[in-house]
């Protein structure tokens, strides 16, 4: 199954110009289950995402 990794942390800029406050996805994980999927995202991501200043996540089935 194929897991969406997203935090709520950080904005977006809307078209206008605006920080909108939404959910980022930062990466899409195959694994087992969330448990897994969430290993997996820690092994090959977390190094890269905490250097940007994400420190929360979490995972949902992306069907």
Do not use: H, W
């Not at 909108?20 to 899409?28: K, P, R, S």
């Not at 994980?29 to 995402?49: G, I, N, P, R």
């Amino acid at each position: 199954m194929r897991y969406a990794i997203i935090t709520t942390e950080g904005t977006t800029m809307s078209p206008n110009g605006n920080d909108v406050e939404n959910v980022q996805v930062l990466a899409f994980v195959d694994a087992a289950d969330s448990f897994s999927a969430m290993l997996e995202f820690k092994e090959l991501y977390s190094q890269a995402t905490e250097n940007l200043g994400f420190t929360e996540y979490s995972c949902f089935p992306e069907d």
